[in-house]
């Protein structure tokens, strides 16, 4: 299972950073992506980082303020959201692909993601 934590109500300019964990398989075998999606909206990628973290991507209205990085010895991967904006509010998602070890695939689609979290809500308010 993938395990997604972090998310809550923060301001507007604030920040967080979201935790997706591995329980049941090595991380360090599948490009992570996350993934949200808002109320009335269609699920769409936010970022991606490939098995050997060498490759990212970032959706163009988050770039420059939410960072993606990954800890395989900890089978964790995070998405540290900042100078948050309230068309940030959605609920996040991460998901896995089994693109191999030292990959340098990123994949962004939904549709080539199998594991999914349960996701996290976060909520951009003053």
């Known amino acids: 299972d993938l395990v997604e934590s972090g998310g809550g109500l923060v301001q507007p300019g604030g920040s967080l950073r979201l935790s997706c964990v591995a329980t049941?398989?090595?991380?360090?075998?599948?490009?992570i992506a996350w993934f949200r999606q808002a109320p009335g909206k269609e699920r769409e990628a936010v970022s991606c980082?490939?098995?050997?973290?060498?490759?990212?991507f970032y959706a163009e209205v988050v770039k420059g303020r939410f960072t993606i990085s990954r800890d395989n010895a900890k089978n964790t991967v995070y998405l540290h959201l900042g100078s948050l904006k309230p068309e940030d509010t959605a609920v996040y998602s991460c998901?896995?692909?089994?693109?191999?070890?030292?990959?340098?695939?990123?994949?962004?689609?939904?549709?080539?993601?199998?594991?999914w979290g349960q996701g996290t809500q976060v909520t951009i308010s003053s």
């Open positions: 998901a896995a692909n089994p693109v191999g070890y030292s990959s340098t695939r990123c994949p962004i689609s939904h549709y080539q993601y199998d594991y």
């Open positions: 049941d398989f090595d991380l360090d075998y599948y490009a």
């Open positions: 980082i490939s098995t050997n973290a060498s490759s990212t």
